[in-house]
């Protein structure tokens, strides 16, 4: 795979419109506003937005009036990574290089920073997002099914069970946990690209070959990194005792997944429509991002 | 106001209709769906389903059709309440007279739990609310801001800073906390009821009224009720040092505030259209709940 550039352009607009948001009106409710901010412009690679925006771009479209929909993603992402640190979780104090929410603002305004995010995410769908009411129906379900109990709420609570568990299933695990949040972005994606129901299994195929890239690279990094360079506290799935890719199969082993990976997102990139080359430099970015 | 009966028929179609809820797919997280379902179906009056189901036949239209929209009113507030009942929040033992959802579950699979309830709401209206797309786009942008920054999270957020600001605007913290989310309800029953934009005002002015009501009512519980009658721990709000109708004004001018308050839900629901007498009852039942 070509070492293609991230696309910057699409960052550079998702920073740009989640830099302009504000959540509710001024008043003693301020600093909430002030807490889900912070945590969701620590920064970060906005792989989830990109990814909406390259879909949206791939099919020949421009990408800035996706803008509320991708952002919503991130919205939706910063909730989970919030809620995914307090202390009941997994109980970590460093995300994207800076203290984690509760650190900073207390375990109760955490608590309600993540659940407003999630609200003002639909929010930004119904109410800011310019298409015909079928397609806002259509992102609003997207998002609605990849967060619940059968997307990523069903696969978070599989992960803090998994310790438990030696036979929890690593793939259904992922593919809820962060599989279907980074599969609702490039459907959401494809939708507001024009795509109708016929074209969607397709996207759905190249984002869960995604999804698991994703995360064999994930647990490797959790085990290779340092808190430096991956921003959170580094090992700490592998203290926790947690079931990864690495834990089950080894480092070696793990690498192997992740070039199978690689290839097989490769090969459902190339049954897609347009051009699809921003995907391709998002792929190429999520496989090498560790080595 | 006259002594009407509660709508427990529209009561029972919610029952049984949140009973026959499942979430996700069977396996590994059955008990995160558990969990869920025992907070969701530990009782109580169901009040916001109940008010979208009476506003929907006061219209003159049957109130089944309605239920998908009325049930996801009920799964927000399950989830506010697990989310209020942490111990980072207001650290409740007790909730409609059993142990709350942390008590039973561990604080992560509550947390988890109300992030799952909100999730499935949406997917309740977007996937099964058999409605025309425009309208489920209004049920869902309606659902959205009332649990906001500007509406039930914001609300929250000023009442567990409260106790530290004693010019905390009562009203206004309300209106967010509670009120916004009781507005929905009426205002979701209302637009699945045919009412247009123009017709919505007043229905936002008769729920305001409600939501004030509630909650002076509620305030006042806090005080003379016990446990038993509560279902939850009595005093909780007085003892933490919080801004309530009562500690603010005595009990003798809260009860007068509720006088009042009741006399202007009474006087803006004489300016809806239709045959009223659910929405009365639930207003009478409201008022009368401390008596």
Redesign the interface.
């Known amino acids: 795979m070509s070492r293609s550039a991230y696309p910057e352009h699409l960052r550079a607009l998702v920073e740009e419109f989640l830099g302009g948001l504000t959540?509710?009106?001024r008043?003693?409710?301020d600093?909430?506003?002030e807490a889900?901010r912070y945590s969701l412009l620590a920064g970060g690679k906005r792989v989830r937005p990109v990814l909406t925006l390259a879909v949206v771009e791939s099919l020949g479209r421009p990408p800035s009036p996706a803008l509320p929909t991708a952002a919503a993603l991130e919205l939706i992402h910063t909730y989970s990574l919030i809620?995914d640190d307090?202390p009941?979780?997994d109980d970590d104090d460093l995300r994207r290089g800076k203290p984690t929410c509760h650190v900073v603002f207390?375990?109760?305004?955490a608590?309600?920073a993540?659940?407003?995010l999630?609200?003002?995410a639909?929010?930004l769908v119904?109410?800011h997002q310019d298409s015909?009411?079928?397609l806002?129906?259509a992102l609003?379900?997207e998002?609605?099914?990849a967060?619940?109990?059968?997307?990523?709420?069903?696969?978070?609570?599989?992960d803090?069970?998994s310790s438990e568990?030696a036979s929890?299933?690593l793939r259904?695990?992922h593919a809820?946990k962060t599989g279907k949040l980074i599969e609702a972005a490039v459907v959401c994606g494809a939708l507001l690209g024009g795509v109708g129901p016929d074209g969607l299994p397709a996207y759905r195929t190249f984002a869960a070959e995604l999804g698991v890239l994703f995360q064999i690279v994930d647990d490797i990094l959790d085990v290779v990194g340092s808190d430096e360079q991956l921003g959170k506290t580094a090992g700490k799935d592998h203290q926790a005792g947690k079931v990864t890719y690495v834990s089950r199969f080894g480092l070696e082993r793990a690498r192997e997944l992740a070039d199978q990976a690689v290839a097989r997102a490769e090969a459902s990139l190339a049954e897609l429509p347009g051009d699809t080359a921003g995907l391709r430099a998002v792929t190429a970015y999520l496989a090498g991002r560790e080595r």
């Open positions: 959540f509710g009106p008043g003693p409710m600093r909430l506003g889900m809620h307090l009941a979780i207390g375990e109760d305004v608590i309600l993540g659940d407003g999630f609200a003002e639909f929010s119904a109410d015909a009411a079928e806002k129906v609003l379900g998002l609605a099914r967060t619940g109990v059968g997307g990523m709420v069903g696969g978070q609570y599989i803090i069970t568990a929890v299933d259904q695990m809820l």
